[in-house]
């Protein structure tokens, strides 16, 4: 019922800037969070931001002063502005969120991911 979709993935140059949007659809009821975990191969999954609906963020210390999670509760979507963009951000960014359908039902929900290559 629930999707998620991401979009502005890409190939940057290191010091550039990418945003990335994730929007949920569905028979939502609420979304208690959203945000993003990245991958890289030979790497573990690791939460790289995440904002609450009651609006706390946090952020692996590795992004800390380069990315900004935000949302738009209207359009159920949060956004991911990433700046100062280095090789190591390169991974498969996947994004993620607990949502409480209309049928009451909570689950977690994953989306399919999209890209983000640095080169140096």
């Known amino acids: 019922q629930v999707q998620l979709v991401e979009s502005g993935g890409g190939l940057v140059q290191a010091g550039g800037s990418l945003r990335l949007s994730c929007a949920a659809s569905?028979?939502?009821?609420?979304?208690?969070?959203m945000g993003w975990y990245r991958q890289a191969p030979g790497k573990q999954r690791e939460l790289v931001a995440r904002?609450?609906?009651?609006?706390?963020?946090n952020y692996a210390e590795s992004v800390k002063g380069r990315f900004t999670i935000s949302r738009d509760n209207a359009k159920n979507t949060v956004y991911l502005q990433m700046n100062s963009l280095k090789p190591e951000d390169t991974a498969v960014y996947i994004c993620?969120?607990?949502?409480?359908?209309?049928?009451?039902?909570?689950?977690?929900?994953w989306g399919q991911g999209t890209q983000v290559t640095v080169s140096s």
């Open positions: 993620n969120a607990l949502v409480t359908a209309t049928t009451r039902s909570t689950y977690e929900h």
């Open positions: 904002i609450t609906s009651g609006g706390p963020t």
């Open positions: 569905g028979s939502i009821f609420s979304i208690n969070y």
